[in-house]
């Protein structure tokens, strides 16, 4: 069985930098074609792909947030940790991780952590 | 930055048949571009229904089904039940990034 777990601060205030990190288990990340990858969605919007990481270390962002998230990895520890910096109010979202298999297939996700962006 | 396009709302009737696309402001969209499906119910997180195009997964109920469709990705629930009533949004994956649409609010009425 896979689960996944978010963890990381409920609030930051603007300019400051995010850091989550997602707790799973029920796979590992040092398996061919295996990966994590963050989304978010903000109050009452669509979902937003943020970034991936692959059990080979190949990490793919976002292209109008890749100056600001950082994904890595710690397989011995089962997590995968995003870093966002210059924190927006406008960040303010859920922010999810999920399990990728066969390199592009979504399949289990996290419950989600609402970060709140506020001074 | 690639936008992709699925119809805001739509509206069926129990036991119908309705079909939400997924447009891309690339071109058409093809089986290369690995489209993934998910359902959201409000206050949950998404759940996966369709990857590469048209493969379910173990938990995917029979009456959803994923094709390509005149260039875009497509999602067809075939006698739609009551707890299909939920947001719809599709993944496609670009240069090995991610870009949702917007989102298919499915109305069961």
């Known amino acids: 069985q896979i689960t996944l777990k978010e963890s990381g601060p409920t609030l930051v205030k603007p300019t400051q930098t995010l850091t989550l990190t997602c707790t799973f288990s029920?796979?590992?990340?040092?398996?061919?074609?295996?990966?994590v990858t963050w989304i978010r969605q903000p109050p009452g919007k669509a979902l937003e792909w943020l970034a991936l990481?692959?059990?080979?270390?190949?990490?793919r962002y976002s292209p109008s947030l890749k100056s600001r998230l950082t994904i890595t990895k710690d397989t011995s520890k089962n997590q995968v940790v995003l870093t966002m910096t210059n924190m927006d109010p406008v960040d303010t979202a859920t922010y999810f991780c999920?399990?990728?298999?066969?390199?592009?297939?979504?399949?289990?996700w996290g419950q989600g952590t609402l970060v709140t962006v506020s001074s | 930055q690639t936008v992709v396009t699925q119809e805001p709302s739509l509206t069926v009737s129990p036991g119908g048949t309705v079909t939400l696309t997924c447009a891309s402001s690339a071109g058409a969209v093809t089986s290369s571009f690995y489209p993934n499906w998910f359902q959201q119910k409000p206050g949950q997180a998404p759940r996966a229904l369709i990857y590469s195009t048209s493969k379910k997964h173990s938990w995917t109920p029979a009456r959803f089904s994923g094709s390509l469709l005149g260039g875009k990705a497509a999602l067809t629930l075939s006698g739609v039940q009551p707890e299909d009533e939920a947001e719809y949004y599709c993944l496609i994956y670009y240069s090995g990034a991610g870009v949702f649409g917007g989102g298919t609010k499915l109305t069961v009425l």
């Open positions: 029920g796979f590992s990340l040092s398996t061919n074609g295996v990966g």
């Open positions: 990481i692959y059990w080979d270390d190949d990490k």
């Open positions: 999920a399990h990728v298999t066969t390199v592009t297939t979504v399949t289990d």
